[in-house]
Every structure is written in structure tokens, then in C-alpha cells.
Nanobody, 123 residues
Framework: QVQLVESGGDLVQPGGSLRLSCVAS????????MSWYRQAPGKERELVAS???????SYADAVKGRFTISRDNAKNMVYLQMNSLRPEDTAIYYC?????????????????WGQGTQVTVSG
């Protein structure tokens, strides 16, 4: 059974920091690309940051320079270090794993999502 479990969400004041964690089980973690998404009330889910299985990273413009994604393949974990938090960063943050799988002569994406962790920036 595949599980992605996020943790670390909290209420924090503007300018503060949080570190989100996501632990994966039931998958060969090291072959998956991992991402963090977020969804604010009344808005669509959006990509925040990604890290490939080889360690390449990318970020949404809104978080560049403030957030850092990292992974620990030995622990099946991915992290999101969030600094200089702003009220607009308030959202539920989700962890996603993805990999391309060969199927019927082509490659199809296989993805899994966690249940999310709430981050609230207010004060």
C-alpha cells in the first residue's frame, strides 16, 4: 500500500519559517520525482517546488529564494524548508510522487498524493 504522509504544518507569524516533511512508503522512493503543491481556500492547487530523482530542483516564481526542497533517499523523505513566510503562503501543502511507467508501448505517469498539511501565516 502506497502512502505519502506530510507533517510540519503550523500557524506561524509573517517572516517566520517552517519545515515540512513527507515520508513515503510502499514505493521505490529513489526512482520517483517528488513535488510540493499547495491549495489556498477558493484557489486551484498549484505547484510550489519539485525535485527529480537525480536531485534537480525547480520552484514557482512566488517562492524562489524563500523555499528550498530537498530529499533523503535513505529515509524515503522529501522536505520543504520555508523561510520569510507571507500571509499569501497560507494553504494546505501536499506532497506528490511521480514516475513514468512503461505501459502498452508507451510511458504513462504514475502519481501518488499525500493528504496534506495546513500552513497558516498570520499574526
Amino acid at each position: 500500500q502506497v502512502q505519502l504522509v506530510e507533517s510540519g504544518g503550523d500557524l506561524v507569524q509573517p517572516g517566520g519559517s517552517l519545515r515540512l516533511s513527507c515520508v513515503a512508503s510502499g514505493i521505490s522512493f529513489r526512482i520517483y520525482d517528488m513535488s510540493w503543491y499547495r491549495q489556498a481556500p477558493g484557489k486551484e492547487r498549484e505547484l510550489v517546488a519539485s525535485i527529480t530523482r537525480t536531485g534537480g530542483t525547480s520552484y514557482a516564481d512566488a517562492v524562489k529564494g524563500r523555499f528550498t526542497i530537498s530529499r533523503d533517499n535513505a529515509k524515503n523523505m522529501v522536505y520543504l524548508q520555508m523561510n520569510s513566510l507571507r500571509p499569501e503562503d497560507t494553504a494546505i501543502y501536499y506532497c506528490k510522487s511521480s514516475v513514468l511507467r512503461a505501459f502498452d508501448g508507451s510511458f504513462v505517469p504514475l502519481t501518488y498524493w499525500g493528504q496534506g498539511t495546513q500552513v497558516t501565516v498570520s499574526g
